[in-house]
C-alpha cells in the first residue's frame, strides 16, 4: 500500500506494534477498524461492513463506533476473547495541526479488564500465568481490577493434573503461557480449539465457551532472574522471603509473568499491587471442580430459578464483599482458630441493632478495592474520585459503631479501617459535585479551589456573554432578524446569513464559507472575542486536567491505607452477611472440634430449605472415623437420598467459613477435603431427580 494517506500510514504504523489485538484507532467521535480489524469487528459486532477508496482497485475495509458508545462494543468483543488496543489521540486538534499523534493508551484483555461494562460487582476477574520446569509446576493469580495477588507451585508426577485443577478452582478468564505450556493448556481447557485466533496471532486468543482464553507470551516473561527482580521492585522489599516464596521459583515465574502482562497491557506501574500470597493446596479445604459443581457452591445447574449456596448466603452490601464471600467459598479455612474467630464475630453480629447500624452504613460505600485499582491505573475519572470520597465520609461512623466491639475479629478489623479526613475534605473542596464522564469536557474541577482557574472561566464566561450579546447588536445594525452567530470545531465562531440576505452584511464582514442555503461570516470584533473564549478555554481543560491528577495523585500515595480499609471493610460486610442470613433463617453456630466426629441434629439443606414452599424436614446425622465410618442411605426417588448427602457436605462447608449452619445442633471436625458423586441432574427444589450417580 505505497499510495496510503497520512492518516492510515500512522495507523498501519501502530498496528504493526500490536499484533494480535483489534486496534481502536480514534477518528474525532468514532473508534475505527481498518483491514481484517475491520472485517473481524464487523462480523463479531453485527456491525456495517464499508471501505475507504471504494472505487480504487484496492478499498480498504473499515467500520466504527462511536467512541460514547465503545465501552459497550469493547466489553462484547472481550467477552469472546479477543484482545483490544486502544488508540487514542495524545495531542488536541487545534488550527494548524494537519495530523495528531496518537498512541495506543492499553490493551484491554479478558484477563486484564478494569472497565465497569466487563465486570460483574459479584465475582473476581482473574488472570493466570502458567509455567512448568520437570516435574514442577507454577501457577499465579492476578485480579488487576483490585490487586489481588497469590501463587502456588506443585511438584510430583501428577504435578500437571493438580495444577490445572488448581486453574480450574481460580476460574480466570485467560492464561498466559509460553508456547509448549500454551498447547498444553488449549488441549486441557478448550480442546486445542483455535477457531477464535486472530489472523496472525497463532492461536493466542484462541477461545472456546468452556474455558478461559489461553495466550502465548515469550518465554522470557518467566524468566527467573529478572522477575525475581521486578516482583521486588513491585513491592519494594529486597528479598520475597517475607512472602513466603524462597526456594518458590516456579511460582516466582509464574507471578512474574503474570505482573508483567498486566502492567504491558494496562501500560501503567499498577502501583496497587503490593503484596502476594504464596499459597499450597493443604492451605485451604480442597473442593474440585467437580465437587463444586454437584454441590452447586457458587453456581447452579438447576433451572433458572434455583439458586446456588452462594446466592443463598450473599446478602453483602458491598461487591468487595460479595467477592470475598466467593473465596471463603471456594477455599473453605482448615484453621480451627481462624474460623473461630470469625464465628465469634458473626455471634456479635446477630445482635440486631449492631448489624444494621453497620449494614446501614455500608450501602454508602462504594467498591474500594476496584476504586483504587482504577485510580492506580490512570483510568479513575473524577466520578470515581468522588464515590471514593463519599466512602471514606462513611470511616469515622464504622469505627464508631465497632468501638466497643467484644469479638477479637471486629476489634482487629476496626483497627484496620483507617480514616483518611485530608484526603475527604480535598476532595470535597476540589471535585465538583456532578463532575462530567470526560475530563475534557469541563466543570471537574469546583469553584473557588484555584485562583486561576476561577479567573480563566471568569474569562471565557464573560466572553460568552459578549459574543451572545454580539448577535443581538448585529441584528440591529443590519437589519437581518435571521442572523445568528454559532460555532463549531472547525471554523470556531462566525456570523450566519441566509442566502436572501447575504447581499445586505456589511462590508467589514469577511465571508468564512458559502453553504448552499447560507453564507457564513467572521469580523475583526468577533475574532477578537473568539480568541479570548478559545484561549481561556483550552487553558481551562489544560488546568483542570492538571489539578485533577494532582489530586488523584495525592489519594494515590495512600494506598495501602486504602486497600487496608477496603479489605477490612470487605470481611465486615461478609460477617454482617452470614449474621443477617443466620437471623433470618434459624441457623446456629457449629462447635468445633479436632476429633473426626460429625455430629448433626435437626440438619436441613439449605438451598432446597429456602426453595420449599411448605417445612423441610429435618435430618440427625452422626460419622466418625472408626464405629461409624458409613451412612447407607435408600429410599424411594425423589425421597431425599441424594438431598441429605449433600446436606452433610454443605453444613460442613459452611461451618469452615465461619458461617452458622442449618441445623437445631451441630459438632463437626477440621476436615481437608470433599468428595461428591451426586446425580448429575438431581434438582429436588426444582421437582427434578436421577438415580444414576450417588455420593461418596
Not at 149 to 163: D, M
Not at 611 to 619: E, T
Request: aromatic letters at 6%; hydrophobic letters at 40%.
Amino acid at each position: 500500500m505505497e499510495n496510503v494517506t497520512p492518516m492510515l500510514r500512522q495507523y498501519l504504523e501502530i498496528k504493526k506494534l500490536y499484533p494480535g489485538t483489534l486496534l481502536f484507532f480514534r477518528l474525532g467521535d468514532f473508534y475505527e477498524l481498518f483491514n481484517e480489524d475491520a472485517i473481524t469487528g464487523a462480523r463479531e459486532l453485527q456491525i456495517t461492513l464499508t471501505a475507504r477508496h471504494k472505487d480504487s482497485a484496492n478499498p480498504i475495509p473499515m467500520c466504527g463506533v462511536p467512541h460514547h458508545a465503545a465501552a459497550n462494543y469493547i466489553a462484547r468483543l472481550v467477552r469472546k476473547g479477543y484482545r483490544i488496543a486502544i488508540c487514542e489521540q495524545s495531542e488536541l486538534a487545534t488550527k494548524g495541526i494537519k495530523l495528531v499523534k496518537r498512541e495506543v493508551v492499553r490493551v484491554i484483555t479478558p484477563g486484564t479488564a478494569v472497565d465497569q461494562q466487563l465486570l460483574d460487582s459479584n465475582e473476581s476477574v482473574f488472570l493466570a500465568a502458567v509455567c512448568q520446569d520437570g516435574d514442577t509446576c507454577g501457577a499465579a493469580f492476578l485480579d488487576v481490577s483490585t490487586g489481588v495477588f497469590s501463587a502456588t507451585q506443585i511438584s510430583g508426577a501428577n504435578s500437571w493434573e493438580s495444577i490445572c485443577e488448581c486453574v480450574e478452582s481460580f476460574a480466570p478468564r485467560e492464561v498466559v503461557a509460553e508456547e509448549s505450556v500454551a498447547i498444553r493448556l488449549r488441549q486441557r481447557f478448550n480442546g486445542g480449539d483455535s477457531e477464535n485466533a486472530l489472523p496472525g496471532f497463532r492461536d493466542d486468543s484462541a477461545m472456546s465457551s468452556s474455558g478461559p482464553t489461553i495466550t502465548e507470551v515469550e518465554a522470557r516473561s518467566f524468566e527467573l532472574v529478572d522477575g525475581t527482580s521486578a516482583l521486588a521492585n513491585q513491592f519494594h522489599v529486597r528479598e520475597l522471603d517475607a512472602f513466603g516464596l524462597r526456594d518458590r521459583t516456579q511460582a516466582i515465574r509464574a507471578a512474574a509473568a503474570a505482573l508483567r502482562y498486566a502492567k504491558d497491557t494496562q501500560r501503567a506501574a499498577a502501583e496497587h499491587i503490593t503484596d502476594i500470597a504464596y499459597f499450597e493446596s493443604v492451605d485451604s479445604m480442597i473442593l474440585d471442580p467437580v465437587t463444586l459443581r454437584n454441590l452447586e457452591i457458587v453456581e447452579t445447574r438447576g433451572e433458572s430459578g434455583s439458586r446456588s449456596l452462594f446466592q443463598l448466603l450473599n446478602c453483602t452490601i458491598t461487591g468487595m464483599g460479595a467477592r470475598l464471600l466467593r473465596t471463603w467459598l471456594l477455599r473453605p479455612s482448615i484453621k480451627r482458630s481462624e474460623i473461630q474467630t470469625r464465628l465469634n464475630a458473626v455471634t456479635e453480629l446477630t445482635d440486631t441493632m449492631l448489624r444494621e447500624k453497620i449494614r446501614f452504613l455500608l450501602k454508602k460505600v462504594s467498591d474500594l478495592e476496584r476504586l483504587i485499582g482504577r485510580l492506580n491505573l490512570n483510568s479513575a475519572s473524577a466520578r470515581d474520585v468522588i464515590a471514593l470520597g463519599q466512602s471514606l465520609s462513611q470511616v469515622p461512623a464504622i469505627n464508631e459503631t465497632l468501638s466497643d466491639a467484644s469479638s477479637l475479629l471486629l476489634q482487629v478489623l476496626n483497627e484496620n479501617i483507617f480514616p483518611q479526613p485530608k484526603l475527604t475534605d480535598l476532595i470535597e473542596r476540589a471535585i465538583s459535585d456532578e463532575p462530567p464522564v470526560n475530563l475534557f469536557d469541563g466543570g471537574t474541577i469546583r469553584d473557588g479551589f484555584d485562583p486561576e482557574l476561577d479567573e480563566l472561566r471568569t474569562i471565557s464566561r464573560s466572553a460568552k456573554q459578549t459574543i451572545a450579546s454580539f448577535e443581538e447588536q448585529e441584528r440591529t445594525r443590519t437589519g437581518i432578524a435571521t442572523l445568528k452567530v454559532r460555532f463549531n470545531n472547525v471554523f470556531g465562531y462566525y456570523i450566519e446569513i441566509s442566502k436572501g440576505n447575504a447581499s445586505r452584511a456589511p462590508e467589514d464582514y469577511e465571508r468564512r464559507q458559502t453553504l448552499a442555503n447560507a453564507e457564513r461570516f467572521t469580523t475583526p470584533q468577533l475574532k477578537e472575542w473568539e480568541a479570548k473564549v478559545l484561549g481561556a478555554e483550552e487553558k481551562i481543560i489544560a488546568l483542570e486536567t492538571e489539578l485533577f491528577n494532582r489530586v488523584r495523585d495525592e489519594v494515590r500515595a495512600e494506598t495501602q491505607k486504602l486497600q487496608s480499609t477496603a479489605r477490612a471493610i470487605a470481611t465486615l460486610d461478609v460477617l454482617a452477611s452470614l449474621a443477617e442470613t443466620a437471623s433470618l433463617r434459624n441457623y446456629v453456630a457449629p462447635v468445633l472440634h479436632d476429633g473426626d466426629e460429625i455430629e448433626i441434629k435437626g440438619g436441613r439443606h439449605p438451598v432446597v430449605e429456602a426453595a420449599l414452599r411448605d417445612a423441610f424436614v429435618p435430618n440427625d446425622a452422626y460419622l466418625n472415623n472408626s464405629t461409624d465410618r458409613l451412612l447407607i442411605v435408600t429410599g424411594a426417588n425423589m425421597g431425599g437420598k441424594s438431598t441429605i448427602l449433600r446436606q452433610i457436605a454443605l453444613i460442613q462447608v459452611m461451618a469452615q467459613i465461619g458461617s452458622f449452619v442449618p441445623a437445631s445442633f451441630a459438632r463437626l471436625p477440621i476436615i481437608d477435603r470433599v468428595w461428591t458423586r451426586v446425580g448429575a441432574s438431581d434438582d429436588l427444589a426444582s421437582g427434578r431427580c436421577t438415580t444414576r450417580r450417588r455420593a461418596v
